[in-house]
């Protein structure tokens, strides 16, 4: 029988607070159990175990992390709108690290299509609407986009800059400058041709 005030969302949200105590690595049903005081048998009426817990975490933060930056990015575009993305994806790495190396985590493609991840898609496609960059540069786009943001926060999450100079900030601002350069720079259609291949003698 269900343990009394167990739900699913509400051992989602404690697995969540707890990773971001000590790591999403370290999060388990017998860590939780504990935190609630019940045995672990209690929480298999709610969930299906580590893997599901794990992935209930994930999608809290895909959630969290999309609902957040689409306030942040309201009313913005062009080079504001990606700075206002960017401050909330440092931001809710730095606040929620357990949250974030959570989203990290692979979802079937049910899991995936259902979650926040396409809204999340879909508002980075609208950050960069304004440079006008058509396909398949828009993609490139989205991908450098959340490799430059994903490589930096995982970097100052480990501590990657704290023994040299400049500050971290700095970077981040020279980092988001240079983007905004890139994608703001005129395109030719000479750009998108491929390179002759060379003759071999």
């Known amino acids: 029988m269900p343990r009394a005030g167990l739900t699913r ?74 700075r206002a993305f960017a401050a909330v994806y440092r931001d809710y790495a730095r606040t929620h690290p357990g949250r974030y190396a959570a989203t990290r985590t692979p979802l079937d493609p049910a899991t995936a299509a259902a979650s926040a991840g396409p809204r999340h898609s879909r508002l980075m496609r609208s950050v ?37 100079r400049p500050a971290p900030a700095a970077t981040w601002d020279w980092l988001l400058d240079a983007l905004d350069a890139l994608l703001s720079r005129p395109r030719h259609p000479s750009d998108d041709t491929p390179p002759t291949p060379r003759e071999t003698p």
Not at 144 to 158: C, D, K, M, P, Y
Request: charged share 25%; glycine share 10%; hydrophobic share 45%.
């Open 128 to 164: 960069l609407r304004d440079y006008d960059l058509g396909e398949p540069d828009e993609t490139h786009a989205v991908r450098l986009l959340g490799s430059l943001l994903h490589g930096f926060v995982s970097l100052e999450l480990a501590g990657g800059f704290d023994h040299s």
């Open 9 to 82: 969302e509400r051992l989602v949200r404690a697995g969540a607070e707890l990773a971001d105590e000590v790591g999403i690595e370290a999060v388990t049903p017998s860590e939780l159990a504990r935190r609630f005081d019940v045995r672990v048998a209690s929480l298999y009426s709610h969930l299906a175990g580590a893997a599901d817990l794990r992935t209930g975490i994930a999608l809290l933060a895909l959630a969290e992390m999309t609902d957040r930056a689409a306030d942040a990015v309201a009313g913005r575009a062009g080079r504001d709108a990606v």
